[in-house]
T-cell receptor, first 113, second 110 residues
Framework: DTAVSQTPKYLVTQMGNDKSIKCEQNLGHDTMYWYKQDSKKFLKIMFSYNNKELIINETVPNRFSPKSPDKAHLNLHINSLELGDSAVYFCASSQVYAVWALHFGNGTRLTVT | DAKTTQPTSMDCAEGRAANLPCNHSTISGNEYVYWYRQIHSQGPQYIIH???NNETNEMASLIITEDRKSSTLILPHATLRDTAVYYCIVSVRGGSRLTFGEGTQLTVNP
């Protein structure tokens, strides 16, 4: 199926650990994003990459580092996890000429204990 | 980006039209209205967007008032699968910094 897929779906870890979330899209899009949905369900952009280049970097702690090995993949690595990092993280993709039509993955629920 | 106001929740009978309102009284001339929805445990799904003209696609219709201060998303024949949170977002064209607010929880009842 054509889609944006992210793994894992659930991630439970302890404070201080380092974890990664992987994202892949087979839609042929050239722009990929990471969004964070907090406990109040507000969804905000964290990063945007176009053809492996960082385009948007919102006010996100340095502990969050996106990595794009190619334009079909955008992984999110988080160092020294904190309780406040608990949220649902969504990967998304779009064509650069249609950035309003984002295609989202189904999210990774991160719980930091 | 302009702020939007939506009702917290709405109900609709299956097979009926669902009309979801959105107020965006501070919208500026270069800002578009976007609608997304999020079905439980899934990522948001793009529905439609428009500037000032009414728009229609296979999913829905978007009616924007002449002064552009409000809009309505219309699902012509709601089904149970349309139960979701619907987000109205105002942003500049080409802007990828879409910020999703609280949205409207639409429940379609059998």
């Amino acid at each position: 199926d054509t889609a944006v897929s992210q793994t894992p779906k659930y991630l439970v870890t302890q404070m201080g650990n380092d974890k990664s979330i992987k994202c892949e899209q087979n839609l042929g899009h050239d722009t990929m994003y990471w969004y964070k949905q907090d406990s109040k369900k507000f969804l905000k952009i964290m990063f945007s990459y176009n053809n492996k280049e960082l385009i948007i970097n919102e006010t996100v702690p340095n502990r969050f580092s996106p990595k794009s090995p190619d334009k079909a993949h955008l992984n999110l690595h988080i160092n020294s996890l904190e309780l406040g990092d608990s949220a649902v993280y969504f990967c998304a993709s779009s064509q650069v000429y249609a950035v309003w039509a984002l295609h989202f993955g189904n999210g990774t629920r991160l719980t930091v204990t | 980006d302009a702020k939007t106001t939506q009702p917290t929740s709405m109900d609709c009978a299956e097979g009926r039209a669902a009309n979801l309102p959105c107020n965006h009284s501070t919208i500026s001339g270069n800002e578009y209205v976007y609608w997304y929805r999020q079905i439980h445990s899934q990522g948001p799904q793009y529905i439609i967007h428009g500037l000032k003209n009414n728009e229609t696609n296979e999913m829905a219709s978007l009616i924007i008032t002449e002064d552009r201060k409000s809009s309505t998303l219309i699902l012509p024949h709601a089904t149970l699968r349309d139960t979701a949170v619907y987000y109205c977002i105002v942003s500049v064209r080409g802007g990828s910094r879409l910020t999703f607010g609280e949205g409207t929880q639409l429940t379609v009842n059998p």
